[in-house]
């Protein structure tokens, strides 16, 4: 029964896939078999950092020096303006490409969990939350698609119910790092500090910028008594 199962899945896939082919979200060449969301040349030449290698490359801890306490940070892929991880990145947060958020994730979360022992202690994995009205208005939070992806690569559970936005705000775009800082402080909140007691938390989002927004959000772990808190993102900005 399962094989029949599986073979009438196959068969109609490629049978959707036959009448509406996927382009692919770096290049828009059409997907071949066993292509997801990226052709395997766009995949091979993701500008990965490498940052989570031995010696741990702690340069991008300095936007937190100081400021609040990061126990482990890095990200997947640079971002630069007009390249292929913005097109990525623009897609999943508004073109619904939800799916390759935790896809792509998995695909870091897979790396970390073979290559870097940084991560060994991490009890939950939380993403970035959006307000309620703009989660309404985009139809979902692409961080917890991206967390998604990392917790199944690691084996972590993922809550999204444990830290809110109750704040709206404008958008972070073309803000220097003081104002981006100022547009989000207190913005965020816990909501079950039970929860988190004495957890290693693992804070999620798509690119790291400034780093004030999940600045913002590691305070408000810290002091709702979390262990420690970790960042990772998809991207981050050179």
């Not at 959006?130 to 993922?158: E, W």
């Not at 007691?197 to 709702?224: H, P, R, W, Y």
Request: contains cysteine; glycine residues 6%; proline residues 3%.
């Amino acid at each position: 029964m399962n094989a029949m199962f599986r073979f009438i899945k196959r068969i109609t896939s490629d049978f959707l896939n036959l009448l509406y082919p996927t382009p692919c979200l770096g290049c828009d060449s059409l997907l071949g078999d066993n292509e997801k969301f990226l052709c395997t040349t766009c995949r091979i030449n993701l500008p990965e950092t490498g940052q989570h290698f031995e010696p741990y490359d702690r340069n991008h801890l300095n936007k937190f020096a100081g400021k609040t306490p990061i126990q482990f940070l890095a990200s997947y892929l640079y971002f630069t303006k007009g390249g292929i991880v913005q097109k990525l990145i623009h897609s999943i947060k508004y073109k619904d490409q939800k799916e390759a958020a935790t896809e792509i994730a998995g695909w870091y979360g897979h790396q970390l969990k073979l290559e870097s022992g940084q991560l060994n202690d991490i009890d939950v994995i939380i993403g970035v939350p959006l307000h309620s009205s703009r989660a309404l208005q985009r139809g979902y939070n692409q961080a917890d698609f991206i967390a998604a992806g990392l917790s199944k690569a690691l084996n972590v559970i993922t809550r999204t119910d444990i830290l809110r936005r109750i704040e709206f705000k404008q958008s972070q775009t073309n803000k220097n790092r003081l104002e981006r800082w100022e547009n989000v402080k207190s913005v965020f909140a816990v909501s079950k500090p039970e929860m988190i007691k004495d957890l290693n938390v693992m804070l999620v989002d798509d690119v790291l910028t400034t780093g004030a927004t999940l600045e913002s959000c590691a305070v408000e772990l810290i002091n709702a008594g979390c262990k420690s808190v970790s960042i990772l993102t998809l991207a981050v900005t050179k």
